[in-house]
T-cell receptor, first 115, second 110 residues
Framework: DTGVSQDPRHKITKRGQNVTFRCDPI?????LYWYRQTLGQGPEFLTY????????KSRLLSDRFSAERPKGSFSTLEIQRTEQGDSAMYLC?????????????FGSGTQLSVL | GESVGLHLPTLSVQEGDNSIINCAYS??????FIWYKQESGKGPQFIID?????DKRQGQRVTVLLNKTVKHLSLQIAATQPGDSAVYFC?????????FGKGTMLLVSP
């Protein structure tokens, strides 16, 4: 158990609906990342936070996606007007020390299916 | 190894054999290279990393080799165990972003 908790584990929604996922990182970790993973592919970077500040967003990230980390602890990822192409595993990761290789601890992910 | 339905390269080994998983990377400016292991239904788990100015690093039962001339990274697992069965990803780190490769599935037969 890595200690990063994600909720829900699975989400099925209809196209056009909004969905929100939650991530609780390891408590002392100040960096939090969101990644997306489709079947057979490696995780793809979406965005990351240093404490409550969102420092980088992938330029591939649609404006339908928004992430927050209001108090520098848990984070939410919202997808508005979902599309079938949004179906994927959404992974959250946290880290303590950004120096060096920066060991990321991943949660088990939220599997999104858009019908 | 042969491809499976997910179009992942697959390496099949017997328990106790040594495994070598290979990865080609693209960005010469990456600062670190990292190997992650992902078991079914779980998120990736850090295994070992190597800084770009090194060519070899050893951990417990694992060794990572970096060949910058041909942009090649490998992960060697000694005395492979059934619990090593998973998908293995190499990743490059530049600034604060990790870029993952496609992954190799390792299947270990008892």
């Amino acid at each position: 158990d890595t200690g990063v908790s994600q909720d829900p584990r699975h989400k099925i929604t209809k196209r056009g609906q909004n969905v929100t996922f939650r991530c609780d990182p390891i408590s002392e970790h100040n960096r939090l990342y969101w990644y997306r993973q489709t079947l057979g592919q490696g995780p793809e970077f979406l965005t990351y936070f240093q404490n409550e500040a969102q420092l980088e967003k992938s330029r591939l990230l649609s404006d339908r996606f928004s992430a927050e980390r209001p108090k520098g602890s848990f984070s939410t990822l919202e997808i508005q007007r979902t599309e079938q192409g949004d179906s994927a595993m959404y992974l959250c990761a946290s880290s303590l020390d950004p120096k060096g290789a920066e060991k990321l601890f991943f949660g088990s992910g939220t599997q999104l299916s858009v019908l | 190894g042969e491809s499976v339905g997910l179009h992942l390269p697959t390496l099949s080994v017997q328990e106790g054999d040594n495994s070598i998983i290979n990865c080609a990377y693209s960005n010469s400016a990456s600062d670190y290279f990292i190997w992650y292991k992902q078991e079914s239904g779980k998120g990736p788990q850090f295994i070992i990393d190597i800084r770009s100015n090194m060519d070899k690093r050893q951990g417990q039962r694992v060794t990572v080799l970096l060949n910058k001339t041909v942009k090649h990274l490998s992960l060697q697992i000694a005395a492979t165990q059934p619990g090593d069965s998973a998908v293995y990803f190499c990743a490059e780190k530049r600034y604060s972003t990790l870029t993952f490769g496609k992954g190799t599935m390792l299947l270990v037969s008892p």
